[in-house]
């Protein structure tokens, strides 16, 4: 099994800018950015895989996901500007193979490989 972890999360004001990190155990083709808030339905964020970047439109030029499998790293980032109190939310990040659509990974809770979360908390 491939392990997730994330780093990062941590409480800001509106307009600020938090870096998330995903460390993964192990190389897979896609990886992405999950949140899920109380009470609400987990939904992507932004994603990586063969086709490229998608992003989540309430995200779009905020948020920017890159990763680095140089030197056998593989570790996955989303930097995020501009935060506003609507980014309030628990991230996960998550590994699979293959090119999916990131609003059906989304709702399969059993599909790839999940991390435990970092909490971002954004104040107005």
């Known amino acids: 099994a491939v392990k997730l972890v994330e780093s990062g999360g941590d409480s800001v004001q509106a307009g600020g800018s938090l870096r998330l990190s995903c460390a993964a155990s192990?190389?897979?083709?896609?990886m992405g950015w999950f949140r899920q808030a109380p009470g609400k339905e987990r939904e992507g964020v932004a994603m990586?895989?063969?086709?490229?970047?998608?992003?989540a439109d309430a995200v779009k030029g905020r948020f920017t996901i890159s990763r680095d499998n140089a030197n056998a790293k593989n570790i996955l980032y989303l930097q995020m500007n501009n935060l506003k109190p609507e980014d309030t939310s628990m991230y996960y990040c998550?590994?699979?193979?293959?090119?999916?659509?990131?609003?059906?990974?989304?709702?399969?809770?059993?599909?790839?490989?999940w991390g435990q979360g970092t909490q971002v908390t954004v104040s107005s």
């Open positions: 998550a590994a699979w193979e293959g090119s999916f659509d990131m609003a059906w990974i989304a709702g399969e809770i059993d599909f790839g490989y």
């Open positions: 192990d190389s897979l083709s896609s």
């Open positions: 990586i895989d063969s086709d490229g970047t998608t992003y």
